[in-house]
């Protein structure tokens, strides 16, 4: 056994490592787990196959991932979860498989998934996310692509999450949350254009500008959504956020929180 598996942990023979992956203490490895190169398991840490796990993650004491969906509709079937790499899961997160034969619970690179954070069946969880502590998300969510979620808070089955969009702390979700805004509250409100996280990832002064006149149509006009969307299509520059924005609304299948 290589010296980088501590002896008390447990590997199932069908479990698939990297030569360097590194195994903490009282860690379980089952069966069809597939663990890239750099990847290191603190101690404590649960993983449940079939699931296929990219280089250079880190998990931390009492994660449980790959784990049957929760759905009461699961009979064991087979599904997977796939996670990439250079992830972050903190201690107690918990992150699931799909639910009906051969579907996947997906999660990208570079994620930061705080202490406790959960990630149900079926979800689609993009590259660069930040889950707080606690932060939640039921089955079949998805999350774009350097979206930030509140410690606390709660996202409701079929929701999505659109990119550069922050939920603030103990906020219920029950509808899409479009991208580049900020929604916060129980029930949820979008309240305004996320500036600081749009600055920081270099978006110009005139994208953001775009975004915020298309914020006060969509939200601060006596517009409905369609309305508001032909307006912005129609009155403002062109731009690859705008469309993007536009795009997902469109998209919606829930509505947009408001």
Excluded: W
């Excluded at 296929?52 to 009492?62: E, K, S, T």
């Amino acid at each position: 056994m290589s010296s980088k598996i501590h002896s008390s942990a447990v590997i199932d023979p069908g479990a698939h490592l990297a030569d360097d992956v590194e195994i903490g203490p009282f860690c379980h490895i089952g069966a069809d787990v597939h663990i890239g190169t750099g990847t290191r398991l603190v101690g404590h840490v649960s993983l449940a196959g079939p699931t296929r796990i990219g280089a250079g993650n880190l998990f931390y004491p009492y994660c449980s991932i790959g784990q049957r969906s929760q759905d009461l509709k699961y009979n064991g079937e087979p599904t997977r979860l796939e996670i990439g790499d250079h992830n972050t899961f903190r201690e107690f997160c918990t992150v699931n498989r799909g639910t009906l034969p051969g579907t996947t619970t997906r999660v990208g690179h570079h994620g930061n998934f705080l202490a406790y954070s959960h990630i149900a069946h079926d979800c689609l969880v993009g590259d660069h996310v930040i889950f707080s502590n606690n932060g939640t998300i039921a089955g079949h969510v998805t999350v774009e692509d350097h979206a930030i979620i509140g410690g606390l808070s709660g996202v409701h089955q079929f929701c999505r999450i659109g990119r550069h969009a922050i939920i603030g702390g103990c906020t219920k979700i029950v509808q899409d949350v479009p991208p580049f805004l900020i929604a916060d509250g129980n029930p949820a409100e979008v309240r305004g254009v996320n500036q600081i996280g749009l600055e920081r990832h270099q978006f110009g002064q005139e994208t953001v500008r775009i975004l915020r006149e298309a914020y006060r149509i969509l939200y601060r006009s006596n517009l409905n959504v369609k309305q508001a969307c032909e307006k912005i299509a129609s009155g403002l520059p062109d731009d690859p956020a705008k469309d993007q924005l536009l795009a997902f609304i469109e998209a919606s299948q829930r509505g947009i929180v408001r």
